[in-house]
């Protein structure tokens, strides 16, 4: 299975044009991929309501290592090639993402978490990510973290990058905002719908810093 994630970015006079490709090139794609989704992204490693850059876009697409999102307006990107090792969940009623052997122990892992919200839970949702979201940045191991969503509030998700598996269990079980979050969410149902998955990284080509690529502590 070919996964790939494209993240490129756009001058603002462009951001016009990037929302148009957003709706024009859906169709097209799909026809040509497995599986198809185009993306919006938060600032920086921010994720949550109110937080986006309309300059930074990204799609994730499964299938024909060839097919490729258009980009419109783009002045840098970057792409991601994964392979899946564990996938739990849908993404709007498909499970897209077909786990190959799990990961070794050894080299960079990649997470991806989306969500649909249910409308009444969101601002109990959002409120309690912030933590999340402002303590992700400094996590051992963390390489690069955005957010992503197909819409503004009713669906969110994350994409982050990781050293090692370890890196990702760590902060995932061990981290006090990030446990108290999947605590809550067991109890409080917030999702209507979730995935999660991790990958093992086969490469990164391109412009890292539209990705926010930095060297982990």
Same mark, same amino acid.
Request: proline fraction near 6%.
């Given at each position: ?32 991929? +497995? ?9 920086? @490693?921010?994720?949550?309501? +109110? ?21 419109? =307006? ?14 739990? +969940? ?42 999340? @979201? ?6 051992? +191991? ?6 992503? =969503? ?9 994409? @982050? %990058?990781?050293? @090692? ?23 409080? =149902? ?11 990284? %086969? ?15």
């Amino acid at each position: 299975m070919t996964v790939r994630l494209h993240v490129w970015r756009v001058r603002r006079r462009a951001v016009p044009l990037a929302f148009w490709g957003m709706a024009a090139d859906r169709r097209r794609l799909r026809r040509q991929a +497995g599986f198809v989704k185009l993306l919006g992204t938060g600032r920086g @490693s921010d994720f949550g309501a +109110g937080k986006a850059d309309l300059t930074r876009w990204a799609a994730i697409i499964v299938g024909d290592a060839m097919v490729a999102p258009p980009m419109r =307006g783009a002045t840098a990107s970057c792409v991601i090639t994964l392979e899946p090792v564990a996938s739990r +969940g849908t993404w709007a009623g498909q499970e897209p993402f077909e786990p190959a052997a799990p990961p070794s122990g050894t080299g960079m892992i990649a997470v991806l978490t989306r969500a649909r919200l249910k409308t009444r839970k969101a601002p109990a949702f959002w409120k309690a990510i912030d933590p999340v @979201s402002r303590a992700l940045p400094g996590a051992e +191991g963390m390489i690069c973290a955005f957010g992503v =969503g197909e819409a503004p509030v009713g669906f969110q998700g994350t994409v @982050s %990058l990781w050293r @090692s598996a370890a890196d990702v269990i760590r902060f995932a079980y061990r981290q006090p905002e990030h446990a108290a979050v999947v605590d809550r969410t067991a109890r409080e =149902g917030w999702y209507a719908e979730e995935l999660f998955a991790r990958f093992r990284v %086969l490469d990164v080509a391109g412009d890292r810093e539209v990705i926010g690529w930095r060297d982990s502590p």
